[in-house]
């Protein structure tokens, strides 16, 4: 009985089989491979989004700094605000930090007005000043040294239209030497 | 008595159909190849364009970083199309990339800065990457 069976199994028909499981094989690989690729070009792209916002951001960086530098920033001066802890940004806090950066309340919009392909930039950018959050130097031992003021400077950029594309938060410490 | 003959098998009925099967099944495997092959020259090209994209963001990122090396008053800081500007690394020269930049002066004590990167997709597609930036007087040599 087993015999007959097996005698009936002969390759009749199996090229096709063949060629067609081949061919299944290849659409997978070849799926597969424009997937990749197209996927590559999103990031690439987003990379260029971020690269672009970065520096719009750090806009708003210099301008801090120079604020600063003038003297015509206000500064936060609690340093003692629930997400900041010893100075740092606490990470598990990081989600009430950019809370509090985007409210309007905390942060300042840059002043000069930044256009690049028909879009003012300045509305989507700010920064916030925190510090100083120490205070070295001063008057000491009969020795006077140059008072160096730290302070924290927050940069972002948010277009709130598109908020998870190309959000930028930049953070950076800041000595001031002097007064 | 009967003529010997090798070729003749009356036992199976479909001796002959293999080479039809064989014909089919190499269209249909060549047609199935040609597609893929197919797609695989638009996924080389896709994955160009991924290329020209990251390399122009980071010629762009490049200029702009030897932008922010420079003072507000250099006389560099001026508005080129050179391609043998002082501000392009030599090793962005022979790409195939066009770099230009615009410096405007939206106060005395700022410029804004935008670099372009400009090449072309396919022979005749203008693509551009463009970076702005904006120096402050004195936050540049403050940092």
Known sequence: MKKILFKKMDDKGSTLIIALVMLALLSVLGIAVTTTSSIEVQIAANDRTYTHNFYIAETALNEAISELLNGTISVVNNTEVDWLKSKRIDPAKIEDFKTWLLDADNHEKIAIDMIEGGINYKTYIGYAAVGPVAVEGGMGMGLSQPVVRTYLIFAFYDKPDEPNRGQIIIDMGYKKVGS | ?143
């Open chain 2, 1 to 143: 008595m009967k003529a010997y003959r090798p070729h003749q098998d009356h036992g199976n009925k479909e001796a002959g159909f293999t080479l039809i099967e064989v014909i089919v099944s190499i269209s249909i495997l060549a047609i199935g190849l040609l597609a893929m092959a197919n797609m695989h020259v638009m996924a080389i090209h896709t994955n160009a364009k991924a290329r020209r994209i990251t390399e122009s963001t980071a010629q762009a990122q490049a200029v702009l970083e030897e932008f922010m090396k420079i003072p507000l008053d250099s006389p560099l800081m001026v508005s080129v199309s050179d391609p043998d500007s002082p501000l392009i690394p030599d090793s962005m020269k022979r790409r195939g990339y066009d770099v230009t930049w615009g410096v405007s002066q939206p106060n005395a004590n700022s410029r804004l800065i935008t670099v372009t990167v400009a090449w072309k997709e396919m022979g005749f597609m203008t693509k551009r990457t463009r970076l702005s930036y904006l120096t402050v007087s004195g936050a540049a040599d403050a940092r």
